[in-house]
């Protein structure tokens, strides 16, 4: 698994042509009896999710696979954010958030997750959520066996996710937040009901 985001320490850098990056750190000889490779490109703020011209030549090879990974609650996605981001170094402690705040990252989701598909609209693909894979392990990671074209194993998580948590626990002013978005389409993130997706153009559906 290559991950760009966590390889600070490799001998490669922004200033590297993504070419080489790929050539040199991505395809290189694997061991025998491993037919591919996988990695992880973020879609905003890493390495490789910042390099446009990497995209292309990705997306031209005919032997790609995308697995497009997502959070269904991205409420709880921008929440474990600010949760890792403010407390590393002491207790957890319950986050006030605002309309503003989190309607600007709702839709930076929805514009970040259209231009993901749109990149690799021509490649074979399949979407993923982070809930499926907690829910469902053995179901979901065997439907990717089967658009993998793998042969089926049942494969078990190494960890067990958290249960998760009272989220009017967790934002000090939930209920205020939930009433303001109440008209929108992001309104179903406040609930621990049926989630929104986006559909083959990227559109937010309900």
Known sequence: MFNPHWNRNAPFGDDTPSRTLLKDYVWTASPPGIDAVGFTIHRRGAPLGDRLDAFEVLASDPDLYVIHLRRENLLRRYLSFRIMKEDKKGPETAKAMTTEELRREFDQWASDYQ????????????????????????????????????????????????????????????????????????????????KLSANARGEVEL
């Open 115 to 194: 231009v993901a598909l749109a990149r690799f609209s021509h490649c074979p693909s399949i979407e993923v959520s982070y809930e499926s894979l907690c829910k469902k392990p053995h179901a979901t990671l065997a439907s990717v066996q089967t658009f993998l074209g793998l042969p089926q194993r049942r494969l078990s998580p190494a960890t067990r996710p958290n249960r998760p948590r009272d989220l009017r626990k967790l934002i000090i002013n939930f209920d205020k937040l939930a009433a303001s978005f109440v008209d929108t389409p992001w309104y179903n993130q406040f609930a621990e009901g049926p």
